[in-house]
């Protein structure tokens, strides 16, 4: 399973724990974390699933590519890191 | 009288408490973060925040017993593949909720209800206090809501909520930029309304159209709902039929830019109003800050000044920055640049709380 971090200022807002999470991409890494942490959804994407404009998400050093459709690929070994982005000031 | 303000900051959520005749700041809620507005529901004692985290996006939280808790988001509806929703200016309107620009409890006889209207357009109702949100779909989707465009903000947004005291399901909402619209069916449909106000900004032959028009805030006299007040990017209007029809109050005297309205609970002619220099410099005119009341209807004016400050004043007061107290009796006031007064004589006088704080979005008594 992927390794999921999250920023740590997100932590004051929602717990966010570092979690190992199944999915063959990054959308389905998200959407089975959020299964345990609903609140969280909101925090990481907006109302039309997208990563939010501010957030940027990391796979194995590289950022992601697809922020519409979250499809940038997953494997069983990835470390998957959720930042704020610096553009949110 | 309440002896309560709730001040919503960039940096926090102030309660403001009066005590043995003196007003101070009790304690913050939410230090450090983005609090554009909140709500104290007389019905059910409850208070409500809105946030904006900036990155992690609006949210909303409730007090209960055990303090605050984050609720319901209003959220956007999945947008449809293919939709290009665009607004007057060609630009693609997201359907993501950017900011909650009003909160407005529902009629007594609704006690779960609330209404919450954000940028870029949507309107949201709760049942369950605020618990879950719903659109108010006929509104996002009548054709008419693309020609909504930004005023001040980028995107159009909804900043006043009116709930008739008499039937809690006729809803007044008003729009910058997008006029007045009405529900007389709880939200399921609406129409729009408001003649007679003029948009200087649009060309002549869209002047007068009531989709163009940029209401700043639009108030109703609780106890002759048929009176409502209008400050409007072009000036101040006045209407004596539920904002069906407004006429135009000029010769007020200093400016008639401005932001915030409120009107007396039980005098349709009293109201209040902070004039600032319209529109390319929204400063107050000659550093002086002032308040301006009407007690005939927009006849005359006053200039309340006593307390304020009246040199090199930059203070902007925004549309939801100006509150009058249930009885009508108590004013307060927040600025831009972090000042706070409180008026105990209906703005005759005003007593100055603080000139440190973040920011004011929003002043409401408790």
């Known amino acids: ?89 | 009288m309440s002896d309560r303000l709730l001040v919503s900051t960039r940096k926090g959520l102030f309660h403001v408490v009066r005590r043995s005749g003196a007003w101070s700041i009790d304690h913050v809620d939410f230090l450090g973060d983005n609090v554009t507005l909140a709500l104290s529901d007389h019905r059910s004692g409850k208070l409500y925040a809105a946030l904006d985290h900036g990155h992690f996006g609006v949210k909303v939280h409730r007090s209960g017993d055990g303090g605050w808790e984050e609720v319901g988001k209003p959220t956007y509806p999945q947008k449809p593949e293919g939709d290009e929703d665009k607004d007057p200016w060609g630009r693609e309107v997201k359907w993501d909720a950017h900011r909650i620009w009003s909160l407005q409890a529902g009629g007594a006889d609704e006690p779960g209800v609330l209404w919450c209207g954000t940028l870029p357009g949507g309107l949201f109702r709760s049942n369950d206090h605020g618990a879950t949100w719903e659109m108010a779909r006929s509104l996002w989707d009548d054709p008419l809501r693309r020609k909504w465009s930004g005023g001040g903000a980028d995107w159009p947004g909804i900043h006043s909520i009116i709930v008739d005291p008499r039937n809690s399901k006729r809803v007044w909402i008003a729009v910058s930029t997008g006029g007045v619209w009405l529900t007389e069916d709880g939200g399921a449909t609406w129409k729009i309304i408001g003649q007679g106000m003029r948009a200087d900004y649009f060309p002549p032959e869209l002047t007068h159209d009531p989709i163009s028009q940029d209401v700043h805030c639009l108030v109703q006299c609780r106890n002759a709902p048929s009176r409502m007040w209008v400050q409007h990017h072009n000036g101040i209007f006045i209407s004596d039929d539920e904002a069906q029809t407004f006429r135009e109050i000029r010769d007020v005297g200093v400016s008639t830019f401005g932001f915030a309205v409120v009107v007396h609970p039980d005098d349709p002619d009293t109201a209040w109003f902070v004039p600032e220099i319209k529109d390319e410099k929204r400063i107050p005119n000659a550093g002086r800050l002032i308040v301006t009341r009407t007690r005939d209807g927009g006849k005359t004016f006053e200039e309340l000044t006593k307390g304020l400050p009246q040199q090199h004043a930059y203070d902007i007061v925004y549309r939801h920055a100006l509150a009058l107290d249930r009885k009508g009796e108590r004013l307060a006031m927040g600025s831009t640049t972090g000042g706070l007064w409180v008026s105990e004589d209906q703005g005759d006088s005003w007593s100055m709380i603080s000139h440190t704080l973040p920011p004011v979005y929003a002043v409401t008594f408790g």
């Open chain 1, 1 to 89: 399973m992927a390794k999921l971090h999250f920023t740590a200022n997100i932590q004051r807002h929602v717990e966010c724990p570092s979690a190992d999470v199944r999915g063959d991409d990054v959308r389905a890494v998200l959407e089975h974390f959020f299964e345990n942490n609903p609140l969280a959804r909101s925090y990481i994407l907006d109302d039309q699933a997208s990563v939010r404009k501010h957030i940027t998400i990391f796979v194995d050093g590289q950022a992601i590519r697809d922020r519409l459709r979250l499809s940038d690929r997953v494997t069983s070994t990835s470390t998957i890191y959720v930042f704020q982005a610096l553009s949110g000031g």
